[in-house]
């Protein structure tokens, strides 16, 4: 393998990466709009904490996902940059 495959590689898992925290993060921004949008109609019946709860709620699982992805892409970054000063 050319490190020019390697970095189309690279360069792939980022893209697909970035594609799967859009979704992730797509039904957060959906409850925030819906709160912003009817901003006179919470703030009349004094729903502010359950809309921030539930964005709170909605953000937990993108977050887990992203602090999974976050180790495991930093584990193999540091066993890559390791093997170069093994071999030499």
């Known amino acids: ?3 020019a495959d390697l970095n ?3 360069q792939r898992v980022v893209v ?3 594609v799967a925290n859009k979704a992730s993060y797509e039904s957060s921004a959906q409850v925030a ?12 019946l004094t729903r502010e904490a359950d809309c921030s709860q539930i964005y709170s ?12 992805s976050m ?9 890559s940059q390791s093997v170069s000063y093994v071999i030499s």
Do not use: H, N, W
């Open 1 to 3: 393998m050319c490190c």
């Open 33 to 44: 709009c819906e709160a912003a949008g009817a901003i006179r109609t919470v703030a009349s």
């Open 8 to 10: 189309y590689f690279g």
């Open 71 to 79: 180790i495991g892409s930093s584990l193999l970054f540091a066993i």
């Open 57 to 68: 709620e909605s953000l937990q699982e993108p977050i887990l996902r992203s602090r999974r």
């Open 16 to 18: 697909l990466k970035d």
